[in-house]
């Protein structure tokens, strides 16, 4: 028969475990969020997004370039897609 005080200590270390790693992927996500910035009044896509300088005209523009904790920053007038 296990001691229940190993069990316990072994069930502490897996939630200590899961614990760091779920503040490792958060704070992974703060560290490499990007903010995108879109204008319906730029003339094309051709910016990389990045400032309002260069922002990108269309919301399509950043399909596969957004990753989990981005935001993107709209302004201009949007009808629906």
């Known amino acids: 028969m296990v001691n229940k005080n190993i069990l316990l ?4 270390i897996k939630i200590s475990f899961l614990i760091i790693f779920v503040l490792i992927m958060n ?3 703060i560290l490499y ?3 995108y910035y879109v204008n ?3 003339p094309d896509d051709g910016g990389n997004g990045l400032s309002w300088a260069t922002a990108k005209k269309t919301l399509t ?3 596969g370039m957004l990753s989990a904790g981005d935001t993107v920053v709209a302004k201009g007038a949007w ?3």
């Open 9 to 12: 200590f072994n069930l502490k």
């Open 27 to 29: 704070v992974n996500s």
């Open 33 to 35: 969020s990007e903010t």
């Open 40 to 42: 319906s009044s730029r």
């Open 61 to 63: 523009a950043f399909a």
């Open 79 to 81: 009808g629906r897609i």
